[in-house]
């Protein structure tokens, strides 16, 4: 049986308290998660500079190369896990034995993670707009244009409340080391296996340990990281982004509602973008912030449900080993029955329908012993009034709005993604200055073909840095 112990600035800790890891589908006992609790995680924070200190031995440059070499031993090497070790091929194993998530999708995201590594050095360069790496590692520095700027760390380590939904989440944290900031992570209790394997590949490239803590652990275990980092991401619902709104300690990530909006000088060549629709929409198993929940149009939306409908509808589940298998499981007993109820109850508003019913099989919902899943399911709303118009669930679902497109900006609401289909240069120009969207596609590109060289959800190098003024001289005479 492994174990697997917390990870206490590197040094693994043994918990008289521990939890099984069990299969979603067999329960069969998988591992022991050691935990940690809320005293002990704040009780460590007193020593989360010498974590910083550690990483300041090296220069950014050099700890780039460091994770690039990471990026090699997390794909291809058996790395150590607890009291045993871990091939690629066991990651994704259990990775989808906890998550739900098919093994194909397990093997993605974590080439996805591998991409974000080997290419940190130029991510860091895009993100801090060419900034020299000196000038973040040291405090201060001169400009090629000859003028002194400052950017301070606001904080020794980020603290991470990490979900367990999806294992694409782990790119947004991985650009922390480099930047010669500790980590301080809060598995999600089926997604442990991602914080402790990059540990692990950190650990052999030579990145010093003591710059990580791993904390699995209950439900103290997350506000004690965020009240004890001064900088902290947490992942959540639409009341977790609520609680954490205007804290500035904190970045709060929950649903995306990401969308793909047509121009009316190309909805009438909607066919063309079928594919992009699909992908946008069914992608990950719909499971990340970055799939399309809802796609808007002034007209044709009707054909457009109808031949989403006849793709998705007919989508079913299939083994976690079956390379073609696309939909994922939800192992949190109730959760799926409790979205499927809720969607039966809104289709009862007028202007609401569900398209892909009659090209399903069976019900939306399948139910297990000890796992659900939900079938693909597409929506047509006349407007965007319905709560289905703008609503996002963790499966395959979109509703496809009818809406003038001169009312779309002020209809959609917050935007995680939004790609826009138009060559309307005045348009574009409302597109560009939307402030409710984030990442704003231009252009044929699926909401989930994200450019990490561009910041997601903000950029991280303004949450870990302030600028600020910083003089070693007198100023010129003026």
Same mark, same amino acid.
């Given at each position: 049986?492994?174990?697997?112990?917390?990870?206490?600035?590197?040094?693994?800790?043994?918990?008289?308290?521990?939890?099984?890891?069990?299969?979603?589908?067999?329960?069969?006992?998988?591992?022991?998660?050691?935990?940690?609790?809320?005293?002990?995680?704040?009780?460590?924070?007193?020593?989360?500079?010498?974590?910083?200190?550690?990483?300041?031995?090296?220069?950014?440059?050099?700890?780039?190369?460091?994770?690039?070499?990471?990026?090699?031993?997390?794909?291809?090497?058996?790395?150590?896990?607890?009291?045993?070790?871990?091939?690629?091929?066991?990651?994704?194993?259990?990775?989808?034995?906890?998550?739900?998530?098919?093994?194909?999708?397990?093997?993605?995201?974590?080439?996805?993670?591998?991409?974000?590594?080997?290419?940190?050095?130029?991510?860091?360069?895009?993100?801090?707009?060419?900034?020299?790496?000196?000038?973040?590692?040291?405090?201060?520095?001169?400009?090629?244009?000859?003028?002194?700027?400052?950017?301070?760390?606001?904080?020794?380590?980020?603290?991470?409340?990490?979900?367990?939904?999806?294992?694409?989440?782990?790119?947004?944290?991985?650009?922390?080391?480099?930047?010669?900031?500790?980590?301080?992570?809060?598995?999600?209790?089926?997604?442990?296996?991602?914080? #402790?394997?990059?540990?692990?590949?950190?650990?052999?490239?030579?990145?010093?340990?003591?710059?990580?803590?791993?904390?699995?652990?209950?439900?103290?275990?997350?506000?004690?990281?965020?009240?004890?980092?001064?900088?902290?991401?947490?992942?959540?619902?639409?009341?977790?982004?609520?609680?954490?709104?205007?804290?500035?300690?904190?970045?709060?990530?929950?649903?995306?509602?990401?969308?793909?909006?047509?121009?009316?000088?190309?909805?009438?060549?909607?066919?063309?973008?079928?594919?992009?629709?699909?992908?946008?929409? #069914?992608?990950?198993?719909?499971?990340?912030?970055?799939?399309?929940?809802?796609?808007?149009?002034?007209?044709?939306?009707?054909?457009?449900?109808?031949?989403?409908?006849?793709?998705?509808?007919?989508?079913?589940?299939?083994?976690?080993?079956?390379?073609?298998?696309?939909?994922?499981?939800?192992?949190?007993?109730?959760?799926?029955?409790?979205?499927?109820?809720?969607?039966?109850?809104?289709?009862?508003?007028?202007?609401?329908?569900?398209?892909?019913?009659?090209?399903?099989?069976?019900?939306?919902?399948?139910?297990?012993?000890?796992?659900? #899943?939900?079938?693909?399911?597409?929506?047509?709303?006349?407007?965007?009034?319905?709560?289905?118009?703008?609503?996002?669930?963790?499966?395959?679902?979109?509703?496809?709005?009818?809406?003038?497109?001169?009312?779309?900006?002020?209809?959609?609401?917050?935007?995680?993604?939004?790609?826009?289909?138009?060559?309307?240069?005045?348009?574009?120009?409302?597109?560009?200055?939307?402030?409710?969207?984030?990442?704003?596609?231009?252009?044929?590109?699926?909401?989930?073909?994200?450019?990490?060289?561009?910041?997601?959800?903000?950029?991280?190098?303004?949450?870990? #840095?302030?600028?600020?003024?910083?003089?070693?001289?007198?100023?010129?005479?003026?």
């Amino acid at each position: 049986m492994i174990e697997i112990p917390v990870i206490r600035w590197g040094q693994p800790y043994e918990s008289m308290e521990q939890q099984p890891v069990v299969h979603f589908e067999t329960g069969e006992e998988l591992a022991r998660m050691h935990q940690a609790n809320g005293g002990l995680i704040k009780m460590d924070m007193r020593k989360s500079a010498k974590a910083r200190e550690a990483l300041r031995q090296f220069s950014i440059e050099q700890l780039c190369e460091m994770v690039g070499k990471a990026a090699d031993l997390y794909m291809e090497g058996t790395l150590p896990l607890g009291n045993g070790t871990q091939t690629p091929e066991e990651f994704c194993r259990i990775q989808s034995a906890t998550t739900g998530l098919p093994e194909h999708m397990c093997a993605f995201n974590m080439r996805k993670n591998a991409f974000v590594l080997k290419q940190m050095k130029p991510l860091l360069e895009a993100l801090t707009r060419g900034l020299p790496f000196e000038i973040i590692s040291r405090g201060y520095g001169m400009e090629d244009r000859g003028v002194m700027v400052s950017y301070q760390a606001t904080t020794n380590a980020l603290g991470l409340v990490l979900p367990s939904n999806s294992p694409g989440v782990h790119a947004l944290w991985l650009p922390v080391v480099p930047l010669q900031i500790g980590l301080v992570l809060k598995p999600g209790r089926q997604e442990p296996w991602t914080p #402790y394997r990059i540990f692990e590949a950190f650990k052999a490239a030579g990145i010093p340990p003591e710059a990580m803590s791993i904390y699995p652990g209950g439900s103290d275990c997350g506000p004690a990281v965020i009240e004890a980092c001064n900088r902290s991401k947490i992942f959540g619902g639409a009341a977790t982004v609520e609680q954490y709104e205007g804290n500035p300690r904190v970045q709060a990530h929950g649903p995306g509602f990401s969308k793909i909006l047509f121009g009316d000088d190309m909805v009438d060549d909607w066919e063309k973008h079928l594919d992009l629709m699909f992908d946008s929409v #069914y992608a990950n198993s719909g499971r990340s912030c970055i799939n399309a929940s809802s796609i808007w149009a002034s007209r044709h939306t009707e054909e457009i449900a109808e031949a989403l409908a006849e793709r998705l509808g007919p989508i079913a589940p299939k083994p976690m080993t079956d390379p073609e298998a696309g939909l994922a499981a939800f192992t949190m007993q109730g959760a799926a029955e409790a979205m499927n109820n809720q969607i039966e109850e809104k289709l009862k508003e007028p202007g609401v329908t569900e398209v892909t019913a009659k090209y399903r099989d069976g019900d939306r919902l399948i139910q297990h012993e000890r796992c659900d #899943y939900l079938r693909p399911t597409v929506i047509h709303a006349d407007s965007p009034e319905p709560f289905l118009a703008n609503s996002e669930y963790m499966f395959p679902f979109v509703s496809v709005v009818k809406c003038p497109q001169k009312d779309m900006l002020k209809k959609i609401g917050p935007t995680l993604v939004g790609t826009c289909l138009t060559e309307d240069e005045a348009w574009s120009q409302q597109l560009l200055d939307a402030t409710n969207i984030d990442r704003l596609n231009i252009g044929p590109v699926k909401t989930v073909q994200l450019n990490w060289l561009q910041p997601h959800e903000g950029n991280i190098i303004e949450f870990l #840095y302030r600028n600020r003024a910083f003089q070693n001289s007198p100023p010129p005479a003026h």
